[in-house]
C-alpha cells in the first residue's frame, strides 16, 4: 500500500540540507549535559535514550544552536580565498552537536511525547527556524557559496562535488539569500511564525488522537478477536466498567471496527470520530492554524519571487512542476474513480439486504470486505492468522539479506532503548561480515505517538564525517495486544511494515562521502520503500514466513492463490482515498493569494475533481499532518505518485525476469538507485537500471487499471 509511510524523515528535511551534518565542535562542550556530548558505546555511538530528560533539553539546543553559528561564522569569515574545501565541505562538517540534539528531541516529540516535550516544541521550533535563517541568509557566507559557484568549471571538483556545491547555491538562492535586508528580516519573520503554527498543529493533532469511542459488547458484534480483546485493554487502562471496550481515534484501531463491525451505528460513531479529527469546534480544532499557514507560506512564496507555494517547494523535485505533478495524477485519477463506480455497484445488493439503501463513507469498508467473501472466497480474516508480526519480520530480514546481503541479529536489551517495547537488531553485511547498522523498530500505538508509520535516522552514512554505521528506526501504530497473545496484522498493515523497512534498507545501504547528498528528493523517497512493499505478497515469503500462528503450518497454496487473484481489488477506493488528498493538496498550495477556509475549500476542491460521495479523503484538511505538522510533505503528497510510477515498472522488471529475488536486478537497483543516495541525477540512475524512463503503465496494470 503506497498510502502506509507517513512523514519519514521530517526533521531532516524541515531543516536546511546541510543543517543535517557536521564535523567536530568547534567550542569544546563545557557542560555536564548528556545530550550535548558525542553518543558513546558500542556502534560508533548510541542514542543515550535511558538519560533523555525534557529539563536537559533548553541548554543542549542553545549550546548546539551557538556552535553552529560560530562554525558558519568562521566559515563565512574566513581570510583565505572561498575554495569547495573551505567553505562547502567546511559547511558540510558544521552542527554535529545540534544535530544529535535534534535526532534525540525528535524521537521525544515523535514517539514519547508529553505536555514537557510539547511546551519545548513551541519555544525551540521558532527559535532553530530563525538559527538555520541566519545561515543560510548570511550575506558574507552566500558570498563565499556565490564565488566557488562561478569558478566551478576549473578547480578540477569531480561530478559529485560539482552536484553538491550547484545543490548548495541553488538551495541558498530559493531559500532568499538573494533578497535584500528587509526581505530577509520579513522572510524570517515567516518562517518563524510557521514553525510555531506547525508545532501548534501538532500538539492539537495528537490531543484528537487520544481521544477514543467507548463501546458495549453488543456494538462489537463481528469485530475480530484479537481487535475486541485490544479495545478491552484501553478500555481497562482508561478506567471504563469491565466487559466494555474502547476504540482508540487512530488509523489501526479505526478500521477494522468498519471493516468487520456489523453495528451500523457503531461503525458511523467511529468513522465520525476519526474523519474529524481537528474539525470539531473545540479546543484541538486546527482550521484557524491552517488558514494562518496557507497564507503564510502563498506570502513566503511570493517574496521569494514565486507564483505560489506549490511552484516554490517543487523546484528540488523530480517532476519539477506542479503542472507535471497534476499531469500524472489526472492520467491516474479518472479510471480510479470509475472503479470506485463499479465497486460501488458491486456492494450495493449485500447492502440492500441489510436493508442498507444509500452506501455511506462508515460502510464501504465493510461492505467491500462481503464483495472480497463473495468474489474471491478471501476474508482478511483468513490472511491474518497467518500474518503474526514476529514471523513476517523474520520474512522481511530474509528478503533483505536475499537481496542485498543485509543480515539482521535481534540485540534487544544491548542498548539503550527509549520505551520497553523498542526492540533492536545489529544489521551486517553478510558477505563480508562488516557491521553495516543498528535498526530500532517501535511496534505499537502508545499515547504520545503520533500517528501513521515513519521511518528515520540518527545517523546517517557520511564518509566525510565519518559516520560509517547507520542507526535507522522503524515506527509503526500497530495495536499492541494483551500480554501473551499473538500480534497479528491486516495485510495493510503488513504492507506498511515492509513499506517501512523499504526505507531502512535505503539508508542503510546509502554510501555516500558528503552529508547533503546522502538524502532524497521528495518525490524520490517512497519510491525504496514501495518497492520493497512487493515482496511481502512473493511466494517464497508468503510459503517461508506466512505461517498460522497456532498451528505453524505454512499459509495454504489455495490461500496464497486466492490473495494473488484478488491482487487489484478494491484498487478504485485505495487509489481515489489517497489521490484526492494529494490533488487537494495541491490545489491548495496553488492557489497564489492563500487566503482559504480550509472547510469550504476541502469541499469545493473536491467537487470540482469528482469525488466520489461513498468515500473521503486518507486524510482530510484539519487532519493532514503530511502538510501541517512541517513543510515537508507540502505540495508534495504526490510523490507517493510520482514515486510509484518508478516503483511498478522497477517491479516489472523483477517480473520479466521470473524472479523476485533476480540478484543481477537487485544489485543493479542497489548500485545505480539506493546506495548513490542524491549523489547522481536521479532520473539518470534510473535510465541506468531500467535502460529507459519510467513507464506509467505498468503501475495502471498493477492497479488493475485500463492502460490506454
Ligand atoms: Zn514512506
Do not use: C
Not at 526581505?183 to 506547525?198: E, G, H, I, P, R
Not at 463499479?342 to 464501504?364: C, H, L, N, R, S
Not at 497479528?488 to 526505507?503: K, Q, R
Amino acid at each position: 500500500m503506497l498510502l502506509g509511510g507517513a512523514a519519514a524523515i521530517a526533521l531532516a528535511a524541515a531543516a536546511p540540507a546541510f543543517a543535517d551534518t557536521g564535523a567536530a565542535p568547534a567550542t569544546a562542550v563545557v557542560s555536564n549535559n548528556v545530550l550535548l556530548k558525542e553518543w558513546t558505546g558500542p556502534y560508533g555511538g548510541v542514542p543515550p535514550w535511558d538519560q533523555v530528560k525534557p529539563e536537559l533539553f533548553p541548554e543542549a539546543f542553545q549550546v548546539g544552536i551557538d556552535q553552529l553559528l560560530a562554525e558558519t561564522d568562521a566559515i563565512a569569515n574566513n581570510p583565505a580565498y572561498p575554495s569547495f574545501e573551505n567553505t562547502i565541505e567546511a559547511m558540510e562538517k558544521s552542527g554535529r552537536t545540534l544535530d544529535r540534539v535534534q535526532a534525540l528531541f525528535g524521537v521525544m516529540t515523535d514517539n514519547m511525547s508529553t505536555p514537557a516535550y510539547q511546551a519545548l516544541d513551541k519555544e525551540w521550533s521558532p527559535k532553530l527556524s530563525a538559527a538555520y535563517d541566519k545561515i543560510n541568509l548570511n550575506s558574507k557566507l552566500f558570498a563565499r557559496i556565490a564565488t566557488v559557484y562561478e569558478h566551478r568549471d576549473h578547480v578540477g571538483l569531480d561530478p559529485k562535488q560539482l552536484r553538491l556545491l550547484t545543490r548548495t547555491y541553488e538551495g541558498f538562492v530559493r531559500r532568499g539569500a538573494k533578497l535584500n535586508d528587509a526581505q530577509k528580516a520579513q522572510l524570517s519573520a515567516y518562517n518563524q511564525q510557521l514553525a510555531t503554527d506547525f508545532s501548534e498543529f501538532n500538539s492539537r493533532l495528537l490531543a484528537d488522537e487520544a481521544t477514543f469511542t467507548p463501546a458495549s459488547e453488543a456494538d462489537m458484534a463481528g469485530v475480530q478477536q484479537d481487535v475486541k480483546d485490544a479495545a478491552a485493554s484501553v478500555a481497562k487502562a482508561k478506567g471504563l466498567p469491565a466487559g466494555t471496550y474502547a476504540i482508540r481515534n487512530t488509523r489501526s484501531a479505526v478500521e477494522p471496527v468498519l471493516s468487520f463491525g456489523t453495528n451500523r451505528a457503531l461503525r458511523e460513531k467511529v468513522w465520525r470520530a476519526f474523519v474529524n479529527r481537528g474539525d470539531n469546534g473545540d479546543a484541538n480544532d486546527t482550521n484557524a492554524i491552517i488558514a494562518k499557514i496557507v497564507k503564510l507560506r502563498a506570502d513566503r512564496a511570493k517574496l521569494l519571487g514565486y507564483a505560489n507555494h506549490a511552484e516554490w517547494r517543487m523546484q528540488d523535485t523530480m517532476a519539477k512542476t506542479p503542472a507535471r505533478a497534476m499531469d500524472l495524477m489526472m492520467r491516474v485519477w479518472k479510471p480510479a474513480v470509475a472503479r470506485v463506480h463499479e465497486e460501488v455497484a458491486d456492494m450495493q445488493p449485500f447492502a440492500a439486504k441489510d436493508g442498507v439503501t444509500t452506501i455511506e463513507p462508515w460502510d464501504y469498508r465493510y461492505y467491500q470486505e462481503k464483495v472480497r467473501k463473495a468474489k474471491y472466497d478471501l476474508s482478511e480474516d483468513e490472511i491474518k492468522p497467518y500474518f503474526e508480526q514476529g514471523n513476517l519480520l523474520k520474512g522481511m530480514h530474509w528478503a533483505a539479506e536475499q537481496l542485498y546481503d543485509l543480515h539482521f541479529e535481534e540485540n534487544t536489551g544491548k542498548v539503550p532503548g527509549f520505551n520497553p517495547d523498542v526492540r533492536t537488531f545489529e544489521v551486517t553485511n553478510k558477505k563480508t561480515g562488516e557491521i553495516v547498522g543498528l535498526w530500532y523498530l517501535d511496534t505499537f500505538a502508545r499515547e504520545g505517538k503520533r500517528s501513521g508509520a515513519w521511518m528515520n535516522t540518527y545517523r546517517a552514512r557520511a564518509r566525510l564525517t565519518g559516520d560509517n554505521i547507520v542507526l535507522a528506526s522503524n515506527n509503526n501504530n500497530f495495536t499492541k495486544p494483551e500480554a501473551g497473545k499473538p500480534i497479528l496484522l491486516s495485510l495493510s498493515d503488513a504492507e506498511t511494515m515492509f513499506h517501512e523497512f523499504g526505507h531502512a534498507i535505503h539508508y542503510l545501504l546509502v554510501d555516500v562521502k558528503y552529508p547533503s547528498l546522502g538524502g532524497s528528493q521528495r518525490d524520490f523517497v517512497e519510491y525504496p520503500s514501495q518497492v520493497n512493499e512487493n515482496w511481502l505478497l512473493t511466494r517464497p515469503i508468503l510459503e517461508k514466513f506466512a505461517r498460522h500462528y497456532q498451528t505453524g503450518e505454512p499459509m495454504p497454496a489455495a490461500l496464497v492463490d486466492k490473495i494473488k487473484k484478488a491482487d487489484t481489488f478494491n484498487q478504485g477506493f485505495a487509489t481515489v482515498e489517497y489521490l484526492s488528498s494529494a490533488l487537494v493538496d495541491m490545489k491548495l498550495h496553488l492557489d497564489p493569494t492563500g487566503v482559504i477556509d480550509p472547510d469550504a475549500f476541502e469541499k469545493k476542491a473536491l467537487a470540482e475533481i469528482g469525488m466520489p460521495k461513498e468515500m473521503v479523503m486518507r486524510h482530510r484538511l484539519p487532519q493532514f499532518g503530511h502538510l501541517f505538522s512541517s513543510d515537508s510533505y507540502s505540495a508534495g503528497y504526490y510523490s507517493y505518485l510520482w514515486s510509484e510510477t518508478m516503483d511498478a515498472d522497477t517491479w516489472a522488471a523483477f517480473e520479466e525476469a521470473g524472479n523476485p529475488f533476480d540478484r543481477k536486478i537487485a544489485d543493479s537497483f542497489r548500485i545505480n538507485l539506493l546506495s548513490t543516495g542524491n549523489e547522481t541525477d536521479r532520473a539518470e540512475a534510473y535510465r541506468k537500471f531500467r535502460g529507459r524512463d519510467p513507464d506509467v503503465t505498468a503501475l495502471l496494470k498493477r492497479r488493475g487499471f485500463p492502460v490506454n
